[in-house]
């Protein structure tokens, strides 16, 4: 199999790859969906869940994709071709190109608001409006579809920019140029919303569990919420993975990306709870909560129009460089199998997510039907796949010598069997059978 090498590419080192990792696991995710989700399922309680779930179930997938991905060196279809030829296994990666599109078109399509709402805060266009006004300023943008497609088109655009420049000029470059300045904008974000009068509230709310409001479904909402944050379960990290060195250590460098996904989407907590119960809003608002709710804050506070345009212009980093880790799945599928040059690949790839985008740009309900399908069954199915093929068909002992390659010293192959084999599958497989017992905790 000979793959055009100037069309894959290489992280250029370490660190290149850990910004790359961070910045597609932290994305909308943390942001948007990790708060809010908190806000629906307890607060405290939650987080609790959602942080065992990160270190118990989490960490043993992503370190499993890595090293199936530098492994085989190709895209998730390639990884199953590779190490288990002539098998159906191979049809675990074909849903992880699926799932790519079918994530990235309705992704793209949020994406799209956040440029939309840069426009709008940063033009004043939500200054003195009453909660009624901003609520219509956002029922009317997102019923706009020429607007709304526009911006969709605009944010996949700039995707594809992203990526025409590759592994290191593209992906590695906008990374570390943009996750810091994520981070500080973050921090600002945070600072601001902690000084707020009646923070503490929101800080009780987020930090003192309180499990009478939590239940089964909390659970299961916390661990569907990490696959997703993680960017697991869909051949993400395959991919990323298969543009590693050999030298680099497979293990500090997952630790590394799920602990700073980990540690934004906590801090993105910071920014929001304390926010909503400083102005007696509504924790479980939904979707509508960043977009409905916080022109409301900003509204509030002095200096409102910088900071919500800064509020959302780190909302549309942080969306940019997951979702060129969602388009690059099916990008390196067609430059592998299809033997494609880049740009073509990412034109089908990108130019393909658009189009289907497009029912979830004019119908809320379609968008939320997406995400059920992709951004939550998908992922499921695809981390279980993953956790089985490696503890049951690829082995212990082949990814124990992966997993030293570059970590010499590694000597956690009990361990790492005893999860992958049977905590991940046995917790992965309860979620699964909860999410159809109990749909509606999904809501
Ligand atoms: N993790 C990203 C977020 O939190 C989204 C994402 C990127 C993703 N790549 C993924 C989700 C792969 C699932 C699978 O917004």
Request: aromatic letters at 12%; a positive charge.
């Amino acid at each position: 199999m000979s793959v055009n090498a100037g069309d894959r590419g290489v992280w250029s080192s370490k660190l290149g790859f850990i910004l790359a990792g961070a910045g597609s696991a932290v994305g909308l995710g943390n942001i948007w969906r990790f708060p809010t989700t908190t806000g629906k399922y307890g607060g405290a309680a939650f987080v609790l869940v959602y942080l065992l779930s990160v270190g118990l179930i989490c960490l043993a997938v992503m370190l499993a994709e890595l090293s199936l991905g530098r492994n085989v060196q190709r895209n998730p279809v390639g990884v199953y071709k590779g190490l288990a030829p002539g098998t159906p296994w191979k049809w675990l990666g074909i849903l992880g190109v699926i799932t790519g599109w079918g994530i990235s078109s309705f992704y793209s399509v949020i994406a799209g608001w956040t440029l939309g709402y840069i426009y709008k805060t940063a033009s004043g266009q939500f200054t003195g409006q009453s909660p009624e006004g901003i609520a219509q300023i956002f029922n009317s943008f997102v019923s706009n579809p020429v607007l709304v497609i526009a911006c969709h088109a605009i944010f996949m655009f700039i995707t594809m920019l992203i990526l025409f420049g590759g592994v290191k000029s593209g992906i590695e470059k906008w990374s570390k140029i943009l996750m810091p300045l994520l981070i500080v904008i973050l921090i600002l974000v945070v600072a601001r919303a902690l000084t707020l009068p009646g923070a503490e509230k929101g800080l009780e709310f987020y930090l003192k569990p309180d499990f009478s409001k939590f239940s089964g479904e909390g659970v299961v909402a916390a661990m569907g919420q990490a696959f997703f944050s993680l960017s697991l379960g869909m051949g993400t990290m395959i991919t990323y993975g298969s543009y590693l060195s050999k030298k680099d250590n497979l293990v500090s460098s997952a630790v590394w990306v799920a602990s700073l996904d980990t540690t934004i989407a906590i801090m993105a907590g910071f920014a929001i709870m304390p926010a909503i119960y400083a102005f007696d809003l509504d924790p479980t608002s939904g979707p509508g909560l960043i977009f409905v709710v916080l022109p409301n804050v900003f509204n509030a506070i002095p200096g409102g129009a910088l900071f919500g345009t800064g509020f959302f212009v780190l909302l549309a980093i942080a969306a940019v460089t997951s979702l060129i880790s969602i388009v690059e799945v099916p990008a390196a599928y067609f430059i592998d199998e299809m033997r494609m040059p880049r740009k073509k690949a990412v034109m089908i790839a990108g130019v393909g997510a658009f189009i289907a985008g497009i029912p979830a740009a004019v119908s809320l309900q379609f968008l939320g039907l997406m995400d059920t399908i992709f951004g939550q069954y998908s992922l499921i199915i695809g981390s279980l796949g993953v956790a089985v093929f490696v503890g049951w068909k690829w082995g212990i002992s082949k990814i124990n010598a992966e997993l030293q390659e570059g970590n010499p010293n590694f000597s956690g192959q009990k361990i790492y069997g005893f999860f992958i084999r049977f905590v991940t599958p046995i917790a992965v497989t309860a979620l699964l059978v909860c999410r159809i017992l109990f749909p509606d905790a999904f809501n």
